[in-house]
């Protein structure tokens, strides 16, 4: 889970791209921009904009079968202090918890290129800079994520937030486009008694720091498809581990390293001839952990093993936008199947019946309800089978608006 904090922020911002990197612009990323701001000489403009949601859930297996679960309300600040700098903020206020999910300084270096500092969500994946936000999301619930009841941990890189800087716009490529994100920030940690990393690292535990990023190709002219590739590596292991004896032996966790990487689509295509518009997007993250021995306690190593974690997601929505029928226009019809596996030694993770981990898959039907374009109600049926084969089955309804 991302680590609260009980301090409020202020001063918060946006970074609206100028020039040739706005045309780059992904179908989802124009449809989180917020409406464009005067970049007259001399303005100095603000803008709140952000979402609020609320949950329910129905599970027969529960001991509570019925629940409000969940609440939020996540502000969003943006400041354009200049033609060329600009800040960009947000709180999120999640089930009573106070949370900076990132606060940004940018500078447009160039028609092509923004230099950006600070806290930042990670420009790995489409996912968590994109599809995240709770009025961008088709369904009431994200995939299954490394940072679910399934993984402990925080194995959030491809949705969470960095300290850093990064260097991001768009390069025309005649009539397709390419976008791009690089970025050094604080790396990941490693929990040398686990192999468990995690990426929310403000405070770095060693000099070697993250790189990593994302490029994005848009190979037709309409821009409707977006193929994604995202990487990123950095030593994990703590500073202070590089001498580490037990039992007479030396241990040099201090050069353990993490690489993970990411391949995410977006397709969006409306059909005149059905008066609809079908939607294809997913993402695949592999993360990687260097073999070595965990010290379980001051005697005992845990032997080293294959210490790779993988999760994706594949959705699919149609919805007859274009239809005359005013109540079928705003329905959506979504598909959405889901996989995270863990290691299959690692002592952590779900296993299977001979003890081994595995992989939880998930399968969620839902139906989005548009009352306008960023604010509706959302329902899902999921049906979750653990790798012992365990089932359960889940209702869920949300609504949220966007502002």
Do not use: C
């Not at 502000?75 to 999120?92: H, T």
């Not at 950095?234 to 039992?247: L, P, T």
């Amino acid at each position: 889970m991302k680590k609260p904090i009980t301090l409020l922020a202020t001063g918060l911002l946006l970074m609206l791209s100028n020039g040739y990197s706005q045309g780059t612009a992904s179908p989802d990323e124009k449809e989180t921009a917020p409406k464009a701001i005067s970049d007259a000489p001399g303005n100095t403009k603000f803008l709140l904009t952000g979402a609020a949601w609320a949950d329910f859930y129905y599970d027969k297996d529960q001991e509570v079968k019925y629940n409000f679960n969940s609440y939020g309300f996540a502000p969003v600040f943006l400041w354009k202090l200049s033609d060329k700098l600009f800040f960009e903020g947000e709180m999120e206020i999640s089930d009573g918890n106070f949370e900076l999910e990132f606060a940004k300084l940018s500078y447009s270096l160039n028609k092509y290129m923004t230099f950006g500092v600070g806290r930042m969500l990670t420009p790995f994946g489409a996912f968590g800079e994109r599809w995240e936000p709770a009025f961008v999301q088709r369904f009431p619930n994200s995939h299954l994520k490394g940072d679910d009841q399934y993984i402990p941990g925080e194995n959030h890189l491809d949705w969470g937030a960095i300290l850093g800087i990064d260097l991001r716009g768009g390069i025309p490529l005649g009539s397709s486009k390419m976008n791009y994100a690089l970025y050094v920030s604080n790396g990941p940690s490693l929990d040398n008694t686990t192999g468990m990393i995690d990426y929310e690292n403000l405070n770095d535990n060693n000099s070697n720091k993250g790189v990593g990023g994302r490029i994005g190709f848009l190979p037709l002219s309409n821009s409707s498809l977006e193929i994604g590739f995202s990487g990123e590596t950095g030593i994990a292991g703590n500073q202070e581990d590089s001498v580490y004896v037990m039992n007479g032996e030396y241990r040099d966790y201090s050069k353990v390293k993490a690489t993970a990487i990411a391949v995410d689509l977006n397709y969006a295509k409306a059909i005149p001839s059905i008066k609809s518009i079908i939607g294809i997007r997913g993402q695949f993250n592999s993360l990687s952990v260097d073999k070595a021995d965990y010290a379980m306690d001051d005697s005992t190593f845990y032997p080293a093993f294959d210490n790779t974690f993988k999760n994706y997601f594949v959705q699919f929505s149609f919805r007859p936008g274009m239809s005359d029928n005013a109540f079928l226009k705003n329905v959506e019809l979504l598909f959405r199947y889901n996989s995270l596996e863990a290691p299959a030694d690692a002592p952590w993770g779900p296993k299977d019946k001979n003890g081994k981990g595995g992989a939880v898959t998930r399968t969620d039907i839902g139906l989005s309800y548009w009352l306008s374009w960023r604010t509706g109600i959302r329902l899902a049926y999921e049906s979750t089978t653990l790798p012992d084969d365990e089932k359960s089955n889940q209702l869920l309804v949300r609504f949220v608006m966007g502002f």
